[in-house]
């Protein structure tokens, strides 16, 4: 009896069983667990819009705090918002991939090494009796190991930081990882992007000097990532970035 439980063709068979139901349970569980990994998916990026900006208080549910968040699309060659795309199912990063609707980059213009750019971009408001008092816009570009995605916020005159930080990337803990230092994060908050039209914010490898309104300190041991925030930043706050977009708001055209 044991001798025949034991034969190769029984422990094949057994091996077969096990592995077919291990991968229906775990086909069924990614089928089932997809809607409420989008739900969450959702909440986090609005979590890290709020926190951009200032915003995010962890006693609130995100949902209702996002409420006084508008999600706008803006074309980023006119600087003009687009009326006949829904934003909330608009995917910027597939857009970026898709030949009909991005704009490859010259090796000259690309100073945030993203070789590819969506035309249109998501940009994130929010009003206060019909005055705009936040400008959330999303940037990205390569550091040293990674591409680091974020979101620079700015107060309603669109040159003031109100804060600044990144959700996804790749670089290493304690060196470029240091982006997400609250910290560092809080240096941000008050300084200025643009003097006249050039971008000024710019990152002080040694440590920037309290009262230059538009220098942050680099990150110690991490030159590298350091240099990739002040490029993604110079990219997306230029002409090839969102600046049409912040020129129009400024002079009241949109
Ligand atoms: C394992 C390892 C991981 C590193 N990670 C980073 C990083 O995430 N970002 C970065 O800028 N430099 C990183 N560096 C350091 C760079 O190679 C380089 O030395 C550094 O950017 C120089 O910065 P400094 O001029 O401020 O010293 C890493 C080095 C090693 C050995």
């Known amino acids: 009896m044991s001798s025949n439980n034991e034969s190769v063709k029984k422990t094949i068979l057994v091996a077969l069983a096990l592995c ?11 089928v089932m667990f997809r809607p409420a990994q989008a739900i969450n998916e959702k909440a986090n990026m609005q979590m890290n819009i709020l926190q951009a900006a200032g915003l995010y208080d ?21 600087g003009l918002f687009v009326q006949n795309v829904d934003p909330e199912s608009y995917n910027q990063r597939r857009a970026a991939k898709d030949p009909t609707v991005n704009r490859v980059l010259s090796s000259g213009e690309d100073i945030a090494s993203i070789r590819r750019q969506a035309k249109i971009a998501k940009v994130y408001l ?15 570009g390569y550091g040293l190991w990674s591409t680091l995605y974020g979101f620079m916020a700015l107060e309603g005159d ?3 930081v109100a804060g600044f930080g990144f959700y996804e990337h790749a670089e290493t803990p304690g060196l470029g990882g240091e982006v997400d230092n609250p910290n560092w994060k809080a240096l941000w908050v008050g300084k200025q992007i643009y ?20 220098g942050v300190d680099a990150l110690a041991g991490a030159s ?9 930043l110079k990219f997306w706050l ?3 970035g969102f600046k049409p977009f912040l020129d129009n708001l400024k002079l009241g055209q949109i």
């Open 20 to 30: 077919l139901v291990c991968s229906v349970i775990v086909s069924v569980a990614a």
């Open 58 to 78: 962890p006693t609130k549910s995100i949902q209702e705090q996002f409420q006084i968040v508008t999600t706008k699309l803006v074309d980023l060659e006119t």
């Open 126 to 140: 929010v009003e206060n009796t019909g005055k705009i008092v936040k400008i959330i816009l999303p940037v990205h």
């Open 158 to 160: 669109g040159n003031t």
């Open 195 to 214: 003097d006249g039209d050039t971008v000024a914010v710019r990152l002080v490898k040694g440590g920037a000097d309290r009262a230059d309104a538009y």
């Open 224 to 232: 590298l990532t350091s240099r990739g925030v002040d490029n993604l």
């Open 238 to 240: 230029s002409d090839s």
